[in-house]
């Protein structure tokens, strides 16, 4: 069956990069995606890579896909305290995402 | 303009009771679905309705009862509240089945069964 894992916790200083981390196992997935939750509020699409891409980078998010490996990353550069939420991996599946459980990140000032 | 709305924000109430979650999309999508997500956050898929049909139905109690009246709404009714229900539900909507299709999700409302 399909399972996405990613570690629970994240701790940075404002400044820093964040590296999240994420795994899943559904090797025909075509789309990955990072959706960011903040507190009290919904899921909010972040960006997404198509399973024939590498790497793709928007401003200061940079997403990184190892397909052979089924592993996928999100960089945050120069980490703000409004980054501060819960980031949630998810592939897709014939007619749903599946989500990982979510990375707490947590931007100190 | 809200995107994907949901009714109420807030429910509390008691075991045994039926409660009813609304879900509205203005945006003109095709499939809409129901989320749960408990206290650790973790997010699961409860039900997805395509044009106003059932396309899935993981593996939730009888007591959980979608009902779709148009493309534009996807309602949850619940009868028998439990302890265990107590978690947020999100609704959320895409223009077609997911695989390539961005989900809009809504702001969640928490229901808490005392």
């Known amino acids: 069956g399909e399972d996405v894992e990613q570690s629970l916790f994240l701790s940075v200083r404002e400044g820093d990069s964040s590296v999240i981390n994420c795994t899943y196992t559904d090797s025909s997935s075509t789309y990955l995606y990072w959706y960011k939750q903040e507190p009290g509020a919904g899921l909010q699409l972040l960006t997404y890579i198509f399973s024939n891409m590498d790497m793709k980078q928007d401003q200061r998010l940079t997403v990184l896909l190892n397909k052979k490996d089924k592993h996928l990353s999100l960089r945050i550069a120069d980490t703000q305290t409004g980054d501060s939420a819960i980031y949630f991996c998810a592939e897709t599946g014939y007619s749903t995402l599946t989500f990982g459980k979510g990375t707490m990140l947590l931007v100190s000032p | 303009d809200t995107a994907v709305s949901q009714t109420p924000k807030y429910l509390v109430t008691q075991m045994g009771n039926d409660k009813s979650i609304k879900c509205e999309q203005n945006l003109g999508h095709d499939t809409m679905y129901w989320y749960k997500q408990d206290s650790k956050k973790f997010l699961k898929i409860m039900f997805s309705?395509?044009?106003?049909?059932?396309?899935i139905n993981e593996t939730v109690p009888n007591r959980f009862s979608p009902k779709s009246p148009d493309k534009a709404h996807l309602n949850l009714h619940i009868n028998s509240l439990e302890l265990g229900d107590s978690a947020v539900y999100f609704c959320a909507s895409s223009p077609g089945l997911a695989g390539g299709h961005e989900q809009f999700f809504g702001p969640g409302t928490r229901l808490t069964v005392l």
């Open positions: 309705y395509n044009n106003k049909e059932l396309i």
